[in-house]
């Protein structure tokens, strides 16, 4: 079974992304990097069992002759949650139980992480984004390990589809965490609720 790993905020402008988050969260971000094949950049909370991610193109990096990952390239407006990450033991196993165009595995490193990750080819992940992207970290070592305990935790996950059912039963062979709660709903929409040190807070 899949293990829930992330959730990313994506964002035209790092620092916009990353000042966004933290007003909404009343929490300081710490670590993240850069990620050159991609030419993405950002920064992370740690979340206890898993992290948040702000993510956005590098201004200082060639783009990419390839789509960027989360559709990043089609993505406009304010920051915002748009994708999450499932953690695999065995890519080649999990993905070939998800939709088609839930990616192809490709080898990634920043910084002492390593990890595969299975990207789309044309960035679009199935469900329009709905569908989690899928990580296998190689080796031990995990940005939860890492970041500062924010003392924050996510306590629900809401992914709100027109084809809500579709992406349950989707899901039902690989992953349950009660956390995530799929619903019906016109467009695709994440939303994600928070106990933080300063009470429940919503992206």
């Given at each position: 079974m899949l293990?829930?790993?992330?959730?990313a905020?994506?964002?035209?402008?790092?620092?916009?992304?990353?000042?966004?988050?933290?007003?909404?969260?009343?929490?300081h971000l710490a670590g993240g990097g850069e990620h050159p094949l991609m030419a993405t950049h950002n920064r992370l909370l740690g979340l206890g069992d898993l992290y948040l991610e702000v993510i956005a193109p590098n201004p200082t990096a060639p783009r990419p002759s390839w789509p960027r990952w989360f559709d990043m390239d089609s993505f406009s407006g304010s920051p915002r949650l748009?994708?999450?990450?499932?953690?695999?033991?065995?890519?080649?196993?999990?993905?070939?139980?998800?939709?088609?165009?839930?990616?192809?595995?490709?080898a990634l490193q920043r910084s002492d992480y390593r990890w595969q990750m299975a990207v789309p080819a044309n960035g679009k992940l199935p469900f329009?984004?709905?569908?989690?992207?899928?990580?296998?970290?190689?080796?031990?070592?995990?940005?939860?390990?890492?970041?500062?305990?924010?003392?924050?935790?996510?306590?629900?996950?809401?992914?709100?589809?027109?084809?809500?059912?579709?992406?349950?039963?989707a899901l039902s062979p690989l992953f349950h965490d009660p956390r995530v709660l799929v619903v019906q709903g016109p467009t695709k929409a994440l939303r994600a609720s928070f106990t933080t040190p300063h009470g429940v807070r919503v992206l």
């Open positions: 293990a829930f790993d992330h959730i905020i994506s964002a035209t402008d790092l620092a916009e992304g990353v000042a966004a988050v933290e007003a909404a969260l009343g929490l748009t994708n999450w990450v499932a953690r695999s033991k065995s890519l080649t196993h999990d993905l070939a139980l998800c939709p088609n165009g839930t990616g192809t595995p490709l329009d984004g709905a569908f989690p992207a899928l990580i296998q970290w190689q080796g031990t070592l995990h940005p939860t390990q890492a970041l500062p305990d924010s003392g924050a935790r996510l306590t629900r996950l809401e992914i709100a589809h027109p084809q809500a059912d579709a992406l349950q039963a």
